[in-house]
Structures are given as C-alpha cells and as structure tokens.
C-alpha cells in the first residue's frame, strides 16, 4: 500500500472532532487485514492472488496490533451500527454480524498495483432508445513493424526542449541519408528518439554546430558545438499493444502509446506552441483581448486512446490565455489604468506589477534592431531616477545617465521601477518603456472574473460549430501527409467515429400529495415546481435577515424577505411570516460583529436562530466567505445568501430555486425518485444502501502553501438517497489521495481511537435510518488515468479499515466509481437539424449512454450526458469502475447514475455528474473560505490566509455538530 503522505500529528480530523479530542500525537497505523466479501468472480481470483503473496503478508502480520484495548474506546458506535434484529435484512456473505475477534485473514484490497486487475465490462447496456451519434474520436491504424527506442545525450546539456529539438534537426537533415540509414525519427525534445526501425548503428557519436539566433547586432553569430549520443535501449512491441486493444492482454502498453503520441505530435510541434498535450497559436483564429494583458488563443488538444475499435486520435478545440505581446509600458497601464504614468506606483500597485511579470520573458527595444531577450525576476523597489550601479571600484552612475550616454535612450518616466532581469549573481535593470514582451507565453496565473467571463464567450460553441471546427483541424493538419506518420505507418481517418448510443428515459420523480401534481415526469431533463410541493418540507420558526447592501433600502429588503417567505410557504415548507427581529443593516467589513449582534439579539428573545438570509452586494469581495466561516465554524448557523440584483430584481424562478436550497439546508427534501418510494432500484432498494461521493480541490496554479481541500459526502436517507451529510478536511498542497477517509491516535485515557470521515459518515447513516449499511457505493470526482490505481490502493483500503474499526467483520461489499469531466471527448447528433435527436441548443439529449466503440476495450467505464445544455456543446461525464463487489450490470449502473443526476437539490434539472460527486465538489469549495475567505462563489480564490510552509497547511476549524447534519453546501 502506499506510504500516507501525513506528517505525526497532524490534526487534520479536526472539522470531525474537536481539538480536545484530537490531540496531535495522531499515529497513523498500517493497513490491517479483514475478510472480504463476496464480490466479482474476477476480483475473488485477486483475493486469492493476494493471500498468496507470503512476503506481503509477512509484512502485514509484523504490523499487527491486537484490537483489545480498542473495544471498549469503541462500544458506542459498535451499538450505533449494530442493526436491529427485526430488520429483515439479510448481511452478504463474510459480512458476519458477530462482536467476536477481528480475523486476521487478508483483506480484499490488493496490496500492489501488480495484483490488481479494475473488473471487466459485465456486458453492454440494453436499456433505452438505441441512436447513431458521433464522436470527435478518428480510427487509427497502426504499424505491424516493432518501433525502437533510442536514448540521447546531448552535451553541454540544454534545459530548453526547443533548443534540443534544434540540435536533433539539423543532426537528421545532416545525417539521415548516410549514417541514419534513411530513418526519419520522432524526438520527445530530452532523452528519447523513437524510430519505425533500427538505425545502422546500436551507439554513435554525432558533432552538431548550431548558430545563435539572429539578435540583430549584425555581427558574427556565434556557432556552439554539440556532442549528440544516441544509443540503443530497447523495442516496443506492436503486438503487445494489438492484444491489449483485442482484450487478450490485460496491461497497457504505455510505451507504445507513449511513443504514437511523440511521433503524431511532431509536426505540431513545429507548427503551433504546445501546452501540455494541446497545441496553440494566433493563426488559428484570431486572439481576442480578455483584459489586463491577456488575449485568449485558438488551439486544439490532441491524444491517442484505446478503445474499443482500436486506436483512435482523440481531437478537440480548445483555448488558453497567452501574455499579450505588448511593450510592457501597456501591459502595466492595463494592469493599472493610465494614469499610473503620472503618478507613483503605491505598495499594492506594486506587488500587482511583480506579480503579474515575474517570469515573463522580453526583449529590449531601445537597440533599434538589436533584439536581445531576458527573463523578468522582479521590479525593483526604488523609481528609475534613484537606481545607482558601480562601473568599477571607485564610482557609480546611476540608470538614467547609462542608458542616455550608451544607447541615446532617454527615459521618459523616471518615477517608475525597472524591471530587473538575470540571476542573482548579476542583476541588470530596464527601464518599463525600453522593453517588448514576447509572443506564445502562456499565462498560468489565475484569471479574475471579468478574465473568465470573456474567456468562456470565446470558447462557447454550439455543437454544429465545434463539430465543423474539428473537422477543420483534422484536414489542415493532414495526419495522412505527415511525414512522420508516414515514416511510422500510421494512418488515421478523416471522419469522425459513427457510434451507437442508447437514450435512458428519465424517471418519475414524487412530490407531495398536498401539491396538485403529485409526481413529474422530466421533459428533456427539466421541469418546474408549478402546482407542485416539496416531498418533505422543512419547518423555518426562527429566522432573520441582515442586510450588507449599502444601495438596498431596509423596507425593499424586508419586501424581499416576504416574497422569499411566501415562496418558501407555497413550495410546501412551513415558514414563519416574520423575523425574529427587524432586519438588520450592517456594513460589510463588520461581518463578525453584525453575526455575533443578531444571534444574541434572538437569544435574548428566547428565540435560537436556525436560518439567517443575508443580502450582499453584487461584489462583495471577501464577504461571503467570512459569513460562511463564522456561521458554520463558529456559531453553527445556516445561512442562506443573496445578492442586490437579485433583491431588486424579484424574480419568481429565482425565489423558486433559493427555497429549494433553503429546505435542503434546513433537513427538508425536494423530490425524490418514485423507484426509490416504492422499492424498485436495483441494488440499492433491497438492503440498506449509502451512496458515498469525494473530491479534492486543489490551489489555483501560483498558490504554491494553499493546503488541497477533501470533501466527503454520503446519503443519509436510505431508501430515497436525496439527503447528504458532508465533511471536510484539509491536507498537505496537492496532495490527491484522501487523507482522513480513516485515521486513529492515541488518547490517554481511552488508548487508540478510530477517527475520519467514512466513519462518521457511517455512523451518521446508521443514527438517521436505523440501519447500518450494507452495501456501499463510492463515486470518485478528480482522478486522472495515471492515479486510478494508486486512489483505489490507497481509498478502497481506508474504506476497508473504517468498515472494520466499528464491528468486527463488518465489510460492506463497496462499488468504487471514478467520474471523470476534464476529458475531451464530445458527442454530437448524428443529423444536427434532427430536432427529435437533439435539445434546443443542438446537443445529444440527456440520458444519451455511450459504453461501446470509443470505451475502454476491456474494462467497465461509459460516457453518460445526463444534462441538457445550457450554452455550448455539452460535455458527457466519464465513468470509469475500479472495483466492484456488488455485481452491478452494466444497465444497472448506468440507469442509477442517470436517475440520480435527476435528484440534485438546487434546481429542477438534472445535472452533468452524479449529484453526491457535485456536493462533494461544493463542500470543498465550501471549506477554501474557512482558510481563504476571498475565494469567490465559482471558485476562484484570493490570497490565502494560511502562511504554511510548502507541504504543510493549516488544518480546517471544525464543523458545528448541527451544520454537518445537513446539506450547509447547497
């Protein structure tokens, strides 16, 4: 298993038990061993695999520790999860109810990636309407020959990628007919050269000299010498990988994938900026400004993928934003507003400036052609006029004088810094106005809202224009007039991939009978609340209202509060017509104050809030974020926010979808799915059933002490699976794997003591229904390809543990689903003027279910598009299975993922990923305010509070015992 990344004592369990009962010598004990139960015939053969693995289990048992000591520590919660005898319900097999010793036979959980296998795709679907769509996926032909691999030096060594490729391309344009024996090679810009078949040689030595870049000076360029190495090291089988795509080899060969995309990427390479595995340029289309510097560039991504027809070259657009290349005097003005040229630069315009060019390459341009480029390391603190520098041992000269005597260049603003250029060792000094910033340099910082806003305009495409663009990309591209692919024997497809789809019908949802529809049937997945009331409504007595709106009147504000309240009376919760006091008007930066003031005020009426609605400005900076950290860190109050325009602008949709969230807050539910009412979903209505979902949310790019933030949520209201509990904890700066799934320290008085968020939750599942779980179903939100295994190791493992720390042998068979949405595969409708085909925006209608074609040849994944779009072209969320105990059929997953996405609380519509996956993702946005209180509502954070050293972080205040009860999220 691997090794947690957590320090001794790290209190990150803090947001589930108090610090008292938290104390830092938290010992973070290694993976014990359970009985599994019965699960997939496949996995029961893995089991067997790891039981027979005698150095492993050497290992474990070393590790052991006997459970005496834990027992009583643990009597509570043993009785919390113990069912009832009456319950009817039926423990799978080696899920024995029995309190005797804890087995120490192996656990189900693989102990390496070695002995693991995900489960094999039980079948396809059958359920639904059957459609031809398509996809952004081209069929790929490979080559029969074995490619060869080659290692490179060169000497001196280049950090830059671009500086090595030109060695390499000057070495094959000197060489290839003679000593390369014709070969035409793929080179990934650092150590590796691939070719479609040997070179005359297995080592040889090559001398390449390269000119400098033209600067402009006129002079001599000067020539370098390079010592190129190129050495054998090893084949990669084709064969390999057309087993793998045929099902009869298990492991991807990820070199032969590896060396595919090299050798398709090398001439976009040549062509556009790469980015990752996307490529860039102003050519594509032209760049559109974004504000404060920024421009947004066309590009495409690129990737090979295994698939079902084979190999296929995943292709989409997409758009990033660049550094504008203007003279840095403009990029500073954007940055500032012009007149900062007659004014002196203040602390926070400043660090504003320094931010936003650190690292930024320029070039000069007070040497008429001479063109030298530098990278920018800071601004200097003192204006240009006051900057001296030594010309030797007894004198200095200040910048002005320099660049006026050398270069006749005269220095305009003299009361700006200069930009400082070069290493520690020697430092040079430019003046704002002296310099040009390069072209191509991506900008990586966070972008503000008005940034965002414009960028999203630029990339929001209908689906008929995105499809066409693609196709245009495909054809300039010309992958089948590649030289390189044509060297390599690859051909690709000019179409896109024709597929078979299955629509899945939406489902009933129940409302209650008071209303004078009782139940609904979605309509292209959507519907209102008209003539319809809340399944189960909330009961609101004791509320108020503070007002931090300067431009909102105290009686247009106590206005909205009664249509707000009316609302939430029609819609079927019970809610008091009157605040508990009058509304309370505050200004923003006295949040604390003005929180503290109200609750006390209502106290001293007798009267304990249990819901304040706050009225905003529209931008209310680091506001919202302090009034969610106080009311559900420090005072345990569930508050419900609204913005002035939305208070001037009464609207009935608007009051319509805020009451929905009010009534989840408040423990009310909405609507639920009429299969689960009456016992008709698949396994999950015939035994207790939680349906667990998590996500890690990490620091924007730049955050470099920011912790990564984890959100759990779970199902508390078996046999309808509406209602979520949520926690959340922080954990060390991109740390992916979820730390506080399950921990345990020592306590003094009551010796080890089981902790973390799947037993809470658990135990929280057991109080609210009376049952305990018996079957556990686990969506993953956030995890790339390359992590799958090393999440499932690690997660299904502390599953495992808070399984067993709350009764011996108790081991729910566990389902665990990976959901992926940063992918590019796109569907579109097979005929775009089908109006029967596609919803009005012009996509794929929701429920479309694609698990054949352009899935995984093997494994148990499908794309589900559960949504109808808003704007754009709709993006289907990927479901990838890693394990499975419970035996689920294909038309059995996917009709439960599709049915719940129609159960998300916040509107009526149903929604792009399962909701527990989305509640997960709030929480953790959520949790940023409590350490980073300028994060905005979207998501995008402000400067962060916490001053942690890299790998450490701030642990989360804790929850109050009644917000994590409820959906405080929504």
Known sequence: MPIRQMKEGSEQHLVIKSQANNPTNAVHKAPRAYHNCKGHPSQERQVSEVQNMNSSSAKNRSRRRSRGSRKNA?????????????????????????????????????????SLRFPTRPGFGQSGTRVIIKANHFFT?????????????????????????????????????????????????????YTAGEFPFSYKEFSIKLLDENDGTNGPRREREYKVEIKFVARASMYHLQQFLVGKCAEAPQEAFHI??????????????????????????SPQRLGDGLESWRGFYQSIRPTQMGLSLNIDMSSAAFIEPLPVIEFVAQLLGKDFLSRPLTDADHVKVKKALRGVKVEVTHRGNVRRKYRISGLTTQPTRELMFPIDDQSMKSVVEYFLEVYGFTIQHTHLPCLQVGNQKKVNYLPLEACKILSGQRYTKRLNEKQITALLKVTCQRPRDRENDIMQTVQHNAYNQDPYAKEFGIKISEKLASIEARILPAPWLKYHDAGKEKDCLPHVGQWNMMNKKMVNGSKVSKWACINFSRSVQEAVARGFCNELGKMCQISGMEFSAEPVIPVYTARPEQVEKALKYVCNASASKGKELELLVAILPDNNGSLYGDLKRICETELGLISQCCLTKHVFKISKQYLANVALKINVKMGGRNTVLMDAISWRIPLVSDIPTIIFGADVTHPENGEDSSPSIAAVVASQDWPEITKYAGLVSAQAHRQELIQDLYNTWNDPVRGTVSGGMIRELLISFRKATGQKPLRIIFYRDGVSEGQFYQVLLYELDAIRKACASLEPNYQPPVTFVVVQKRHHTRLFASNHKDRSATDRNGNILPGTVVDSTICHPTEFDFYLCSHAGI????????????????????????????????????????????PPVYYAHLAAFRARFYVEPNTQENGSCGTARNNCEVGEFRPLPALKENVKRVMFYC
């Open 871 to 914: 704007q754009g072209t709709s993006r289907p969320a990927h479901y990838h299975v890693l394990w499975d105990e419970n035996n689920f059929t294909a038309d059995g997953l996917q009709s439960l993922t599709n049915n719940l996405c129609y159960t998300y609380a916040r509107c009526t519509r149903s929604v792009s990923v399962v």
């Open 74 to 114: 643990q009597c509570d919660e043993l009785s919390i999860l113990r069912p009832p005898k009456a319950n009817g319900c039926i423990l799978p097999k080696g899920c024995l109810e029995n309190e005797g010793p804890v087995c120490d036979s192996q656990l189900g959980v693989p102990s390496s990636r070695k």
């Open 141 to 193: 032909k490979l080559p029969n020959n074995d490619l060869i691999h080659y290692d490179v030096k060169i000497k001196p060594e280049v950090a830059s990628k671009n500086v090595n490729r030109s060695v390499i391309e000057e070495l094959v344009k000197l060489y290839r007919e003679s000593e390369l024996g014709t070969r035409l090679p793929a080179y990934d810009g650092r150590r590796s050269l």
């Open 260 to 285: 595919l995309d090299i050798v398709l990427r090398e001439l976009s390479n040549r062509r556009y900026f790469p980015v990752g595995k996307s490529f860039f340029s102003p050519d594509i289309r």
